[in-house]
């Protein structure tokens, strides 16, 4: 009887073993769909780096404003009066690193050369034109946001053109170099728009040629004109 019993009891716990092992095989099926439906992790790649192009470009509309001073050599308070003028200019700037860059400015502006002093009686002695361009070297601070202030110091070469002689029999204003210095302002809209505001000084004094009256002299214009921009500035 004991062995019977032994056995019945062997028979029952396979049975059970059995009904569980179908349980957990009937379950694989639904716990590998449920698995299978968990979505993966997306990998996700960072962000290329895009540099910004190292150049610019501006449009300003310039005020050149001179000292108005001057003389010709020989004549005892003479003086000059050089009129200011209204101009576009264009620039273009190369940025070697965030902070330096080299900027060109190119422009043409018109001015008359009056007399003054004790040569005020001449009044519009001649009238000429300048192509100054300057080469200015600069520093932009880059921890204001949209606000990006600069400094600048540079070189120019002014060339006079298209020179006419009105009281004086000739005029021969002299190409000449000279130093600037600048400060300014962008006011980035985007990456790529902005507004422009920009004060340079030159420091111009240029020799002279006149004949009055059949008279030759000579004379220095000490123009040293303050050049106040606004414009629209475009970096690539």
Same mark, same amino acid.
Request: charged content about 15%; cysteine-free.
């Given at each position: ?24 095989? !009937?379950? =694989? ?16 790649? &960072? %962000? ?7 150049? #610019?470009?501006? /449009? ?45 400015? /190119? ?22 034109? @300048?192509? &100054? ?19 600048? !110091? ?8 298209? #020179?006419?002689?009105?009281?004086? $029999?000739?005029? +021969? ?6 130093? =600037?210095?600048? %400060? ?24 002279? $040629? ?6 030759? @002299?000579?004379?220095? %214009?000490? /123009? +040293? ?12």
């Amino acid at each position: 009887m004991a062995s019977i019993g032994s056995t019945l009891h062997r028979l029952s716990a396979s049975a059970a073993g059995l009904a569980l092992l179908g349980t957990v095989l !009937a379950a =694989a099926p639904v716990l590998a769909a449920d698995i299978d439906s968990t979505p993966p992790l997306a990998y996700k790649a &960072p %962000a290329p780096v895009v540099e910004q192009s190292p150049w #610019q470009i501006r /449009l300003r509309l310039l005020g050149v404003i001179s000292e108005n001073d001057g003389s010709v050599r020989g004549v005892p308070g003479s003086n000059l009066d050089v009129s200011d003028s209204v101009v576009p200019e264009l620039d273009i700037t190369y940025y070697f690193t965030k902070n330096w860059a080299a900027e060109l400015i /190119l422009g043409v502006t018109p001015h008359d050369i009056n007399g003054a002093g004790s040569i005020s009686s001449l009044n519009k002695i001649g009238e000429v034109w @300048l192509l &100054p361009p300057t080469l200015t070297l600069q520093y932009h601070f880059t921890d204001f946001g949209a606000f990006k202030p600069y400094i600048g !110091a540079g070189i120019n070469y002014t060339f006079f053109f298209d #020179q006419k002689a009105y009281s004086a $029999d000739s005029i +021969d204003v002299k190409d000449t170099f000279g130093w =600037a210095l600048q %400060a300014g302002f962008d006011y980035m809209l985007d990456e790529h728009w902005g507004f422009n505001v920009d004060v340079k000084k030159l420091f111009l004094r240029p020799d002279f $040629d006149v004949v009055v009256a059949g008279q030759p @002299l000579t004379g220095k %214009a000490n /123009l +040293d004109p303050w050049i106040v921009g606004v414009g629209v500035t475009y970096r690539f």
